[in-house]
């Protein structure tokens, strides 16, 4: 349950009751549609989609019966995304065998409103399982482009290899979103894994650092630190206006966590580091931030008994069982630390009681993993899991003599980031534990900015005596926002910002030798495939963010083979 410093009832009521129909109601079909099986197609509007389906289409939550169909419509010229403008406006749904949208599976209609942003979700069941699809929505005056999705494979089926494609931290002012282009082009994906920073919240800047965007025509809207509702609604408008994210929604389903840009940075259930008392109640912005969300990702709701739940468990067949985890809502707040979450020897780190997860999460996570029966089991995770330290990690039976992990000491050795699962160390050592009886656990994670392939041991100081790991963990590159060296450099510390990589690589061999793999200044995505035997990664780099039509190459490809959690160089790219 939400944790009681922070008032459940208070949140939701915030959220308005608009906000509940949308967690809980609205990517079903409303009490004011209609929906039918089979027929022929209802639509024959003709018009202009660029005026009244802006935003384009999307696709989630992929289940092997069900999927969730998204668009937002724009009633009038002045209904714009925040504007709570527009009349209500009955709009038309169908979702057909084939793109030529003569073999109608369902259809339906939908009243849009200005109190859901005009955002529209119909969870539509009774589908075959692991089948593509393809949708699209109209008003009186206008039809949306076409939109295609699959379904997951059956509980009982035994794929022989599903892939995923992998995005995180869109900074809008810092590029082009060409690395969706590239996954949108794609036909061997199962499903988008968007690990979260969907949107940032900052102004015309990134943080104290200058973005680039007014040199090639990309400012954020509106042009400030987004606050309230309407904000974060003009916001999510902006992005959803760009024209490859709407290739990448309008072509496959995404999976989709949030992290902490979609409220603000470094927040946890309280506060956040970029948050104070002259922009109100951080309370009102927490709600403002998480109904936006809801209403304009492809989402159904979690949990009927607990609307502001965001983790879920989603299975793929034999093959793949999906944990989606929300590290933000429930954790307390970050160790002390030097700077932005770098560098601490704060006592806290190593505290029992302190969580990111929550109660409720934490024994759901430990259950599923203790009793799942797929081959891989991987958790869509939002900031990294491996141990990350500064200096050698002393072998495990000094280091529980010298430190006993009761958060009554520093941390030893002192962990490099806390803003990460590093900064609940005793959570962390909890949650290793079960993975290692789990088996064949992969951790999938954005946040960084850096692309990663980690092995994951349970006692750091003694890897390099018996190379004991528990678990893998990749880390993709984020689509434009600026890695360590670059976000240093834009702060001015001028020289210095040269010395940090080599550093960051020397603590990484010396220190850290269970990172097998670490490239920190591209941007890209990524593409995870799960096959009978092994997981493979390949990393995808763009070669340039601030040009639109940039290319895409792989520059590296990781494995871990099925029964053993190490890393190994994959012989080859996954083939297209």
């Known amino acids: 349950m939400y944790h009681p410093h922070l008032s459940r009832r208070q949140l939701l009521s915030l959220m308005g009751a608009s906000a509940v129909t949308v967690v809980a109601t609205a990517c079903g079909t409303s009490e004011s549609s209609s929906d039918t099986k089979g027929g022929a197609s209802s639509i024959t509007a003709t018009g202009d989609s660029a005026r009244r389906f802006r935003h384009g289409v999307a696709s989630g939550e992929p289940l092997p019966e069900a999927v969730v169909i998204w668009t937002r419509v724009t009633p009038s010229d002045d209904a714009l995304p925040g504007s709570n403008k527009g009349a209500p406006t009955e709009v038309f749904w169908e979702l057909s065998r084939g793109a030529d949208f003569k073999t109608i599976v369902q259809s339906g209609k939908v009243m849009s409103s200005a109190a859901r942003d005009h955002t529209l979700h119909i969870d539509v069941t009774g589908l075959q399982a692991s089948t593509p699809y393809w949708y699209r929505f109209a008003t009186q005056d206008g039809v949306s482009p076409t939109g295609r999705t699959k379904t997951a494979p059956a509980l009982n089926a035994k794929p022989a290899a599903l892939r995923f494609g992998m995005v995180t931290c869109a900074e809008y002012e810092f590029g082009f979103f060409a690395a969706y282009r590239h996954l949108a082009a794609r036909n061997d994906i199962e499903a988008v894994l968007h690990m979260g920073d969907y949107i940032y919240e900052f102004g015309t800047s990134y943080g104290p650092v200058a973005t680039p965007g007014a040199g090639f025509g990309r400012v954020h809207n509106p042009p400030k630190e987004i606050t309230t509702l309407s904000d974060y609604r003009t916001r999510y408008g902006q992005y959803r206006s760009d024209p490859d994210l709407q290739k990448l929604h309008a072509r496959h389903p995404f999976i989709t966590i949030y992290d902490d840009h979609e409220i603000a940075n470094d927040w946890w259930r309280e506060g956040a580091e970029n948050h104070d008392d002259s922009e109100g109640a951080f309370i009102d912005r927490l709600a403002a931030g998480l109904q936006?969300?809801?209403?304009?990702?492809?989402?159904?709701?979690?949990?009927?008994?607990?609307?502001?739940?965001?983790?879920?468990?989603?299975?793929?067949?034999?093959?793949?069982?999906?944990?989606?985890?929300?590290?933000?809502?429930?954790?307390?707040?970050?160790?002390?630390?030097?700077?932005?979450?770098?560098?601490?020897?704060?006592?806290?780190?190593?505290?029992?009681?302190?969580?990111?997860?929550?109660?409720?999460?934490?024994?759901?996570?430990?259950?599923?993993?203790?009793?799942?029966?797929?081959?891989?089991?991987?958790?869509?995770?939002?900031?990294?899991?491996?141990?990350?330290?500064?200096?050698?990690?002393?072998?495990?039976?000094?280091?529980?003599?010298?430190?006993?992990?009761?958060?009554?000491?520093?941390?030893?050795?002192?962990?490099?980031?806390?803003?990460?699962?590093?900064?609940?160390?005793?959570?962390?050592?909890?949650?290793?534990?079960?993975?290692?009886?789990?088996?064949?656990?992969?951790?999938?994670?954005?946040?960084?900015?850096?692309?990663?392939?980690?092995?994951?041991?349970?006692?750091?100081?003694?890897?390099?005596?018996?190379?004991?790991?528990?678990?893998?963990?990749?880390?993709?590159?984020?689509?434009?926002?600026?890695?360590?060296?670059?976000?240093?450099?834009?702060?001015?510390?001028?020289?210095?910002?040269?010395?940090?990589?080599?550093?960051?690589?020397?603590?990484?061999?010396?220190?850290?030798?269970?990172?097998?793999?670490?490239?920190?200044?591209?941007?890209?995505?990524?593409?995870?495939?799960?096959?009978?035997?092994?997981?493979?990664?390949?990393?995808?780099?763009?070669?340039?963010?601030?040009?639109?039509?940039?290319?895409?190459?792989?520059?590296?490809?990781?494995?871990?083979?099925?029964?053993?959690?190490?890393?190994?160089?994959?012989?080859?790219?996954?083939?297209?």
């Open 292 to 576: 936006a969300w809801r209403e304009w990702l492809p989402l159904r709701p979690f949990s009927a008994t607990d609307p502001l739940r965001a983790w879920r468990r989603m299975q793929f067949g034999d093959l793949v069982d999906l944990w989606a985890l929300d590290t933000r809502l429930y954790r307390d707040q970050q160790p002390t630390n030097a700077i932005v979450g770098y560098g601490s020897v704060d006592p806290a780190v190593d505290s029992p009681t302190r969580t990111m997860l929550g109660a409720e999460q934490k024994t759901w996570l430990k259950t599923g993993l203790a009793d799942s029966t797929a081959r891989w089991k991987v958790l869509s995770n939002q900031v990294p899991f491996y141990p990350f330290v500064v200096g050698a990690a002393l072998p495990n039976v000094l280091e529980q003599l010298l430190d006993p992990l009761d958060g009554t000491l520093p941390p030893l050795p002192a962990t490099l980031t806390v803003e990460d699962w590093n900064g609940y160390r005793a959570e962390q050592q909890e949650m290793m534990a079960v993975m290692a009886e789990a088996k064949n656990v992969v951790v999938l994670t954005g946040d960084y900015h850096e692309s990663f392939a980690a092995e994951v041991p349970i006692h750091p100081g003694d890897y390099l005596l018996n190379g004991n790991s528990v678990a893998v963990e990749f880390i993709c590159p984020s689509v434009t926002s600026p890695g360590l060296s670059e976000t240093l450099e834009g702060v001015g510390i001028g020289p210095l910002s040269s010395l940090i990589n080599p550093v960051f690589e020397l603590n990484l061999t010396l220190a850290n030798p269970w990172v097998k793999y670490h490239e920190g200044f591209s941007n890209g995505f990524a593409v995870v495939e799960f096959g009978r035997e092994r997981t493979q990664m390949d990393y995808w780099f763009i070669a340039d963010r601030s040009k639109a039509e940039t290319t895409a190459t792989v520059a590296a490809s990781w494995e871990v083979r099925q029964g053993a959690a190490k890393l190994f160089k994959a012989a080859a790219p996954l083939t297209v």
